[in-house]
């Protein structure tokens, strides 16, 4: 049973380009929640998609965007990167909306801006 | 102020030691309360998650919240070098998974043979 897959791994850009990050959620999940996490720094959350809509978001500017596809699967946007964009990107399933769905986390995109 | 407060130690200890790992929160909303481990270059495995005040245990971990304080705490018994990594707290306001998480910063434990 896959968990959680995110690709790529690794990724290295330089200011003013843009990236896409890709999440597969664990088999039978239908809900995507994407987090940044900055060095020494816990998660914190950009934004959820359910249903091929995003649910809820984060403190976020809007070069942050994202999509779910029909397969539940999930991408994420970064425009106009910035050094402070550099963070460890990391991708978390869940089932449905409902109660006590805890979230699983995949091993994160590690993103480098030159 | 954060809405979570977590001591980034790092925390070293001998092997066998009781661990004992806090964090204290600012919003009375929040309902759901975790514990994720996350080892080096890995993503955050949860570890407990309960939704009520008092004590839950699973194994050599045990979590404690106290509501009225915003105090939460997990304590590792018998802890073992491969306990070694990030502890983040973590809480929600809701118990769904619809609820975004806010997590503390983290504290690194390391476990000394």
């Known amino acids: 049973d896959a968990g959680v897959t995110q690709s790529p791994t690794h990724l290295i850009k330089t200011r003013g380009q843009q990236v896409t990050l890709r999440c597969s959620p664990k088999?039978?999940?239908?809900?995507v929640s994407w987090y940044q996490q900055a060095l020494g720094q816990g998660p914190q959350f950009i934004f959820q998609?359910?249903?091929?809509?995003?649910?809820q978001r984060g403190n976020f500017p809007d070069r942050f965007s994202g999509h779910q596809f029909p397969n539940y699967s999930s991408e994420l946007n970064v425009n106009a990167l910035l050094l402070g964009d550099s963070a460890l990107y990391l991708c978390?399933?869940?089932?449905?909306?409902?109660?006590?769905?805890?979230?699983?986390f995949g091993d994160g995109t590690r993103l480098s801006i030159l | 102020q954060k809405e979570v407060e977590q001591d980034p130690g790092p925390l070293s200890v001998p092997e066998g030691a009781i661990v004992s790992l806090n964090c204290t929160y600012s919003?009375?909303?929040?309902?759901?309360f975790m514990w994720y481990r996350q080892y080096s270059r890995k993503g955050p495995e949860l570890l407990m998650y309960?939704?009520?005040?008092g004590n839950k245990e699973d194994g050599r971990f045990t979590a404690q919240v106290d509501k009225s304080s915003k105090y939460i705490s997990l304590f590792i018994r018998d802890s073992q070098p491969s306990d070694s990594a990030t502890y983040l707290c973590?809480?929600?306001?809701?118990?769904?998974?619809?609820?975004?998480?806010?997590f503390g910063s983290g504290t690194r434990l390391s476990i000394r043979p």
């Open positions: 978390a399933s869940s089932l449905g909306q409902g109660d006590n769905q805890p979230q699983h």
């Open positions: 088999s039978g999940h239908d809900t």
């Open positions: 998609y359910y249903e091929e809509e995003e649910r």
């Open positions: 919003n009375s909303a929040f309902q759901y």
């Open positions: 309960t939704y009520s005040s």
């Open positions: 973590a809480m929600s306001a809701l118990r769904s998974s619809a609820s975004k998480i806010i």
